[in-house]
């Protein structure tokens, strides 16, 4: 059978709308079963949970994915835990959080964002081992896992949030890892010639289709030694991951021992990105 993913979507976030647009566009691609659970803004909280309890009982869907944000009068958390651990392919279940801070990358999922910085990192060769890494936002879906699984890989993590300066901890950082989705946050002239920059954030101009990253990327370039663009960074990538995770979840529930070979080249068919 096919691996089936489930969308559950709550309004019409412009961002969102465009994301999920991707997601099942490569659905589609690779012929993945896909739902799209579409509701309005007004929608209950007991009427997301009973979805999501009736997709988890459901055979033909593998992976749940909750797109975020929700409109505050929902309880994410508590949605979040409706879901089947099994079936959660962003990792936003209580229990697969808690196991992925245990088990850091031997973990069965990796959030699809974490697990794009990786593999970019992996990809690039960068080795983040006693490197002064500076993580900017502290999300539980980006910031914070990202910089749980960069410590266990041995970097000297230092993450920034609303209630920091950054300015000083990007000038000291050999690798700055911007999650912020402030525009142009970072600047140019702050960071260390020949650091190695990924930008993870992502803005979008008002009144336009454009979206810009948290660095300011022209300033950084005569700077920095690697740096990833927006758009076609992270972004792009972070849907590939989804699709790994959806593969691995797939495997799972039929039985089938994951072929890393394979799913490798699944991943390839996804990676739209050059850098
Ligand atoms: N439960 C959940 N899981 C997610 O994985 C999740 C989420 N919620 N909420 C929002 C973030 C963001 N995200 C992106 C997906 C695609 C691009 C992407 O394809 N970006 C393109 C262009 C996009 C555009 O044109 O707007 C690029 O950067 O080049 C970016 C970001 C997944 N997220």
């Known amino acids: 059978m096919r691996p089936g993913l489930a969308i559950i979507q709550v309004g ?20 993945v079963h896909h739902e799209l659970h579409h509701f309005p803004e007004s929608i209950t909280q007991q009427e ?13 869907i593998d992976g749940i994915l909750v797109q975020l944000p929700l409109p505050p009068h929902l309880s994410r958390l ?21 196991n992925l801070l245990q088990n850091g990358e ?23 081992r006693n490197q002064n890494v500076t993580v900017i936002g502290r999300s539980q879906l ?19 949030h609303s209630e920091t300066t950054v300015q000083e901890h990007v000038q000291k950082a050999d690798i ?41 990327f022209q300033k950084a370039l005569s700077k920095v030694s690697f740096i990833t663009p927006v758009p076609g960074g992270v972004g792009p990538l972070t849907v590939s991951m989804l699709f790994k995770n959806l593969y691995r979840v797939w495997c799972r529930s039929n039985g089938l021992k994951l072929n890393i070979d394979e799913q490798d080249e699944e991943l390839d068919y996804a990676q739209n990105y050059q850098f």
């Open 142 to 160: 980006v910031g914070f896992p990202l910089s749980v699984l960069l410590l266990r890989r041995n970097a000297k993590v230092t993450i920034c």
């Open 78 to 98: 508590e949605i979040s835990n409706e879901i089947k651990p099994s079936k959660d392919v962003d990792c936003l279940h209580m229990a697969n959080f808690q």
């Open 106 to 128: 031997d973990n069965d999922i990796i959030p699809c964002t974490p697990a794009a910085v990786l593999h970019i990192l992996d990809t690039q060769e960068i080795d983040v």
């Open 48 to 60: 997301i949970v009973h979805q999501i309890r009736t997709l988890n009982q459901q055979g033909s």
């Open 176 to 216: 700055v890892i911007s999650c912020a989705g402030h525009k142009e946050l970072v600047k140019g002239e702050w960071i260390k010639n020949g650091a190695k920059v990924i930008d993870v954030g992502i803005t979008r101009i008002p009144g336009t289709n454009k979206i810009v990253g948290d660095i300011e």
């Open 12 to 31: 019409n976030n412009p961002s969102s709308l465009t994301y999920v647009r991707k997601k099942i566009a490569l659905c589609e691609e690779n012929e």
